[in-house]
């Protein structure tokens, strides 16, 4: 059984995802779906609590999820279904705020869930609009999911003088 | 770290060419000229790079006015990297809560 997060960054803007899950995919794909339900795991760091999850899920449909932590700070995701094909597929435009913060760029996510033997992997890939824009995702926290091996970082980290 | 500040490392890191100087100068400081030649890019380019890496505190020049070597800075490279670490926990608390919510649907059998 591996339950590993696994992230890589693939060419110069994506960022790839990768978790299985002990459980088959009609579960997963309701778990992160489904609002009372993404509520209870989708939390973010202790002290943050998911407090609106609206989602008009269909090709076109828009979403908008907030969550509120500590001192009334606030983060925003908002964006649009481009393809919404339960139980395995969905792509959206993914745009976060923090409120008061400055504005961040749209990236395209692309999420799928595979079956094997009842257990399930979730692939996730984000598409950046640049470079740039994956770097400066991943130092501001705000990419789902993206708790991320940076490219490069670890292999020249192993170079450096103890 | 100030948020500031690691948005300046990562952008510093998410450049091929500077991450191949810092990778360069993990063997050991060099000069603008030294770091000229095996890049194959022109000095001002070079500069343009190192004036990036040393905004963003992940390498120092030397005083030397003529030479100013370069060194990298392993302490802004451990910082970012610990950062990273700290978000993946994030995200794999995000999916432990996950795995523990199928077990339970999983024991309460489907319900439409």
Known sequence: ?????????????????????????????????????????????????????????????????????????????????????????????????????????????????????????LTVRIAFPSPEARAGAMASGMTEGMAAGYDGLEALLATLPA | MATARLDATFMALADPTRRAILARLAAGEATVMELVAPFKLSQPAISKHLKVLERAGLISRGRDKQKRPCRIEVAALAEADAWLEGYRKLWEANFDRLDDLLAEMKREGERP
């Open chain 1, 1 to 121: 059984m591996n339950n590993t997060l696994n992230v890589t960054t693939a060419g110069d803007r994506e960022l790839v995802v990768v978790r299985e899950f002990d459980a088959p995919r009609n579960l997963v794909w309701r778990a992160m779906n489904k609002p009372d339900l993404l509520k209870r795991w989708l939390t973010g760091p202790p002290g943050w609590e998911m407090t609106v999850c609206e989602d008009d899920a269909r090709e076109g449909g828009s979403f908008r999820w907030e969550w509120s932590g500590p001192d009334a700070a606030k983060l925003v995701m908002t964006g649009v279904y481009q393809e919404y094909l339960p139980p395995d597929r969905c792509v959206r435009t993914e745009r976060f705020e923090m409120v008061g913060g400055p504005p961040m760029g749209e990236q395209l996510a692309t999420l799928e869930l595979v079956e094997t033997a009842g257990r399930t992997k």
